[in-house]
């Protein structure tokens, strides 16, 4: 069964720290992996997108890694802002036919003073 | 923003209401998704449509009728819901169907009272 596992499922660390975020997949074939932020009352918005060829992706502050391996992803936040405070959401596609993606439930940051 | 829109963004109904929810897109794209998210649970896919077809449909109740007059209007009619249908509702778009970069609206909060 094609499921997305996040962890943990919800952080609270301190303004300047930095975090990471987890992301397990049993995903068959695979064809991309994306994080998402999702801001409280808004939609979510891309921050990331790998294949399988890709180990490292970067985006400001943040950063993906994968691992199609161990099927493993994780999400680096680097000097966290007040703004990182959201939920992050993994996301994989599966290469068949339809939309085949695989939503996980998301880990709830908040970035406190 | 996103380039997608959705109204309402707040909409309280009783059980024998009718109502609707509206979604456009300004990104040229062909394909467009209705999505429901309960708290603690993944995004939910509803409905899909590539070139105003409906492509997928995942086991939705009937109460819940969806409308696609054109690639860049995307309507979710409501009737008879029930309290446990209350969640975020979110449309999102597409170039195409299939692995895609989805982009989101803002979603619509509903409340069924």
């Known amino acids: 069964k094609n499921q997305v596992e996040q962890s943990p499922q919800s952080l609270i660390i301190l303004e300047g720290k930095n975090c990471t975020l987890q992301?397990?997949?049993?995903?068959?074939?695979?064809?991309?992996l994306r994080w998402y932020k999702q801001d409280t009352g808004r939609g979510p918005v891309s921050l990331t997108i790998m294949t399988f060829s890709e180990n490292t992706k970067s985006n400001g502050r943040y950063t993906a890694t994968l691992d199609a391996d161990t099927k493993q992803s994780s999400l680096h936040i680097t000097a966290s802002q007040l703004s990182d405070s959201a939920s992050y959401i993994c996301v994989v596609s599966a290469a068949q036919a339809g939309t085949a993606l695989i939503f996980g439930k998301g880990t709830t940051l908040s970035v406190s003073s | 923003e996103t380039g997608v829109t959705q109204t309402p963004r707040h909409l309280v109904m009783g059980m024998t209401n009718k109502k609707s929810l509206k979604c456009e897109q300004h990104?040229?794209?062909?394909?467009m998704y209705w999505y429901k998210q309960s708290a603690k649970k993944p995004l939910e896919l509803m409905f899909v449509?590539?070139?105003?077809?409906?492509?997928e449909n995942n086991s939705v109740p009937s109460r819940f009728s969806p409308e696609c007059p054109n690639s860049s209007h995307l309507f979710l009619h409501l009737h008879t819901l029930q309290p446990e249908d209350s969640a975020l509702y979110l449309c999102?778009?597409?170039?195409?169907?299939?692995?895609?970069?989805?982009?989101f609206g803002p979603g619509t909060r509903l409340t069924v009272t």
């Open positions: 999102a778009s597409s170039h195409g169907q299939g692995g895609y970069e989805q982009y």
């Open positions: 449509y590539n070139f105003k077809e409906q492509t």
């Open positions: 990104l040229g794209h062909n394909a």
């Open positions: 992301c397990n997949y049993t995903v068959s074939p695979f064809s991309n």
